[in-house]
């Protein structure tokens, strides 16, 4: 593909994403996207062939985007304990931010969409955050900044604290107090406190 098909690609996906993060995923229509996009039905089909793997793709995008931000924002003298709170911190900024995210759009795929397990990239993103995140807590606890007797447990746990409060954040709510209190009690845990 050349510069200027990667480019193409590229807004096409960017654009995608606010209409997923608008719209859900289950209400999006290729049309929806070609007239965001401003381009022919011919245009965005020499690129994509579904609003799945155009979704797909913008998942992808995401997680890229994602792992790259928190890459850039780690200090090289930062702490095992420094590393998991941004960490924590930015899972914050995500859930209080509402609507606009991809959170709604995700769920609605994953419920829609037979997924073969081998390409759930959902699941590979939280296997990859637990094993990230057991990594922390076991340099943590080598460190003597935590202490844990299970860390790949203690990882799974602070996974599906979050996951629960992805789902409360676009269901039912929840306040900046609410994903505070969670933050503690989670590095409360490291402490041998809860």
Request: hydrophobic residues 40%; aromatic residues 10%; charged residues 35%.
């Amino acid at each position: 593909m050349g510069e200027k098909s990667l480019q193409k690609r590229k807004y096409i996906l960017e654009t995608a994403r606010k209409v997923f993060m608008e719209k859900g995923y289950k209400r999006v229509t290729m049309k929806d996207i070609v007239d965001a996009c401003g381009i022919s039905r011919g245009g965005l089909y020499l690129y994509f062939e579904s609003t799945s793997q155009i979704f797909m793709e913008v998942l992808k995008l995401e997680s890229q985007e994602t792992d790259d931000v928190f890459a850039d924002s780690i200090k090289e003298d930062a702490t095992a304990a420094d590393i998991l709170v941004m960490f924590l911190n930015e899972q914050k900024k995500e859930l209080l931010r509402g609507a606009d995210t991809l959170t709604q759009a995700t769920y609605e795929f994953y419920f829609e969409e037979e997924i073969p397990k081998k390409n759930n990239l959902l699941k590979k993103q939280f296997d990859s955050a637990v094993k990230i995140i057991e990594k922390l807590i076991e340099i943590g606890v080598e460190n003597g900044e935590f202490y844990c007797e299970d860390c790949k447990g203690k990882a799974r746990n602070i996974m599906y604290v979050l996951e629960g409060l992805k789902i409360c954040a676009q269901t039912i709510g929840v306040t900046e107090e609410a994903v505070d209190r969670e933050i503690v009690y989670i590095l409360k845990g490291l402490d041998g406190e809860a």
